[in-house]
């Protein structure tokens, strides 16, 4: 017998769902941290890591020139701020020491790399982010939120925050509704932000300013280089020589531009996107090599690649990596840093030598040691949907080199609908994905009209219609698998957190195809949304929906919570108690109104969770729920031993 024949006879017949997985959640949670954030400093490579082991906590860490790889903040420490409540910017890096804000205080700390950290702002209502070291003057200059006066509607500013603790806190910019980005240019003589505001989003329409620096610290008159209500600009970066850099959406894909001598010029005019959404402070794209040289990053054809641009030229190198996502790029002279995934790769900080064009793996997200035979691979596809427009997800068949599904059994699907709603799905391996596809679930992860990856047009789809566009997508999308025969018509389940959980409920409730559904945080009622959520996302729905209070009727007529009547299958509702973003009171009144039409409805709530999970017991029972759920609700047992939860108005 040979080796493939003796596999095969090794492979169990099983029904789909009951599959056993290696791919645990003890495992998930154990195994699995989150990177972000990195910085290339002097040959040294830091970045921030969420440990969901350590109940959520980020810690800033530090890869050193002999290769050690070393915790910079003591255990005491929680490296992350909430300004906009998603934060991001949590630290930077000076020359001898790092700045980095606290999550219990929001106090900005500075702290030598073999010394204890010490307070640098006052211990009152403010938070920070988004800093960067300003030697000439020795302190920062970062993002400013005033909580002070009011809580719901805080002031925004640009602000210089001195080491030295006897001077104060110099405001530098204010006057709108947000900033982000300041950058220093080489010889610390100018600095440039970026700022917008109500009713627009970072991706919407943003301004680039630049201003001198005067000798007491102060700006001198602030000019707009570009943007407008109509353009969005993402990180302005200055280069080697003093050119300012940036991303721009102005031809309709997010390209890199120079500014010199006032004039704007377009590096490398492409389709494909070398932006992103700005939802979190600190989020890079490319980096200066040199003076000549971009390390750049870019979305194409449903990948990331990695390539150096060359400034004079405008041609494109493109580097041959395996990875197929790539995030947080950073570069100086001779290296490049950044954050990379592929389908059977987690995610894992990366430094790429340039003069060898070779790279090694710094970091990784997760050191789970599993033969990829029970890893599913995405498929990208493009199916059609309403109004004669293409829509994009990336389908995974269930794999687990153990099992096969009887041949007269399709398997269940369930299709994803990411958050944001202007983020967009990823290619890097998800085990929380493979948790399903590997007992048997067949994954469609959806990028819905809206989505980021395929310029400003497709983003735009979504204006006015949330809740309409995105739905629409999920629905079309799995109506492709079904009729190419590849997953169960009868067993179709939708999911998604935050966007992605009023994409789900908005699905369920005004649309008769998913058996069933679980919302993560998702929002069910828009005009609660609309009065309740914080500032950085107060009028976001202007543009998703339109103008409130003007068009009431309209977010009464696509609220889930109002239109009960038309549901009738089985919720399960995951909530953090701490949520700002969508308060727990969304779920709540789901609840209750399915409770009372009689529907199986599950309520799991998490104390101590704000918007998205970052706790690993969190983690551990939101999966574990949410398997429990769909096995009764599809009538299978599952080979785990599981979490359960209570579901109201089942029927057994």
């Known amino acids: 017998m040979t080796e493939r024949e003796q596999k095969m006879t090794d492979i169990q017949i099983a029904p789909y769902g009951t599959w056993k997985s290696p791919i645990t959640s003890d495992l998930i949670v154990a195994e699995v941290i989150r990177l972000g954030q990195v910085t290339l400093k002097n040959e040294e490579v830091y970045w921030v890591e969420m440990r969901p082991g350590e109940r959520g906590r980020s810690v800033l860490m530090r890869r050193a020139r002999n290769g050690d790889i070393l915790d910079v903040t003591p255990a005491e420490f929680n490296v992350r701020t909430r300004v906009h409540e998603y934060g991001g910017g949590d630290y930077c890096a000076g020359d001898d020491q790092v700045h980095f804000c606290n999550a219990a205080d929001q106090r900005i700390y500075s702290q030598s790399l073999d010394g204890s950290p010490r307070a640098l702002t006052p211990a009152l209502d403010y938070r920070f982010a988004d800093a960067i070291f300003d030697r000439k003057r020795t302190g920062l200059v970062c993002v400013q939120e005033d909580h002070t006066r009011s809580s719901q509607n805080p002031e925004n500013a640009i602000v210089f925050v001195p080491l030295d603790k006897t001077q104060n806190i110099q405001t ?85 531009y120079a500014y010199k001598n006032n004039q704007i010029t377009c590096l490398h005019e492409r389709d494909a996107e070398f932006g992103l959404p700005q939802w979190v402070f600190g989020m890079s794209t490319y980096g200066f090599v040199n003076e000549e040289l971009i390390a750049c990053s870019f979305f194409e054809k449903g990948r990331w690649q990695l390539a150096l641009l060359n400034v004079h030229s405008g041609s494109l190198d493109l580097l041959d990596l395996p990875f197929t996502h790539i995030e947080c790029v950073r570069a100086e002279k001779g290296h490049i840093a950044f954050i990379g995934g592929c389908a059977v790769g987690a995610n894992a900080v990366i430094l790429f030598d340039i003069s060898t064009r070779s790279f090694e793996i710094v970091r990784r997200s997760a050191d789970v040691k599993l033969d990829s035979t029970y890893f599913a691979r995405p498929e990208e596809i493009t199916f059609a949907t309403e109004g004669g427009s293409q829509a994009h997800a990336y389908f995974y068949a269930p794999q687990n080199r153990d099992y096969c599904g009887p041949k007269t059994e399709r398997p269940p699907l369930i299709v994803k609908s990411h958050g944001g709603p202007t983020a967009a799905a990823a290619t890097t391996l998800e085990l929380k994905t493979q948790f399903w596809t590997s007992r048997g679930f067949a994954v469609l992860d959806v990028n819905y009209g809206g989505s980021t990856g395929y310029g400003r047009e497709y983003r735009r789809r979504l204006d006015n219609k949330w809740g309409i566009v995105d739905v629409d997508d999920c629905v079309n999308g799995a109506k492709y698998l079904v009729e190419k025969g590849l997953v169960d018509r009868s067993r179709v389940a939708i999911a998604g957190g935050s966007a992605g959980g009023y994409t789900t409920l908005s699905a369920l409730t005004f649309r008769d195809f998913f058996s069933v559904g679980a919302s993560y945080y998702g929002i069910s009622d828009l005009e609660a949304m609309a009065k309740e959520t914080h500032k950085f996302e107060a009028r976001y729905l202007d543009r998703l929906v339109g103008p409130y209070p003007e068009q009431k009727n309209i977010y009464r007529e696509r609220s889930p919570i109002h239109h009960t009547d038309q549901l009738s299958c089985p919720v399960i509702l995951l909530q953090g108690l701490e949520d700002k973003v969508v308060p727990p009171n969304q779920a709540e009144k789901m609840l209750t109104a399915l409770q009372e039409k009689g529907l199986p409805v599950a309520y799991v709530a998490f104390e101590g969770e704000q918007h998205g999970f970052r706790k690993g017991e969190s983690i551990k029972t939101s999966l574990e729920a949410e398997l429990y759920f769909y096995g009764k609700i599809f009538g299978f047992e599952a080979a785990d031993e599981l979490t359960q939860v209570t579901i109201h108005n089942l029927r057994t």
């Open 172 to 256: 530098l910019a204010a006057g709108h509704d947000f900033y982000s980005s300041p950058g220093l240019n080489p010889d610390g003589t100018c600095l440039c932000w970026l700022s917008w505001d109500h009713p627009n989003m970072p991706w919407d329409g943003t301004e680039l300013w630049v201003a001198g620096i005067n000798e007491d610290g102060s700006l001198g008159v602030p000019a707009k280089v570009a943007g407008g209500a109509q353009e969005s600009i993402f990180q302005p970066q200055w280069s080697p020589d003093g050119t300012l850099t940036f991303v721009s959406d102005r031809n309709g894909w997010w390209n890199l």
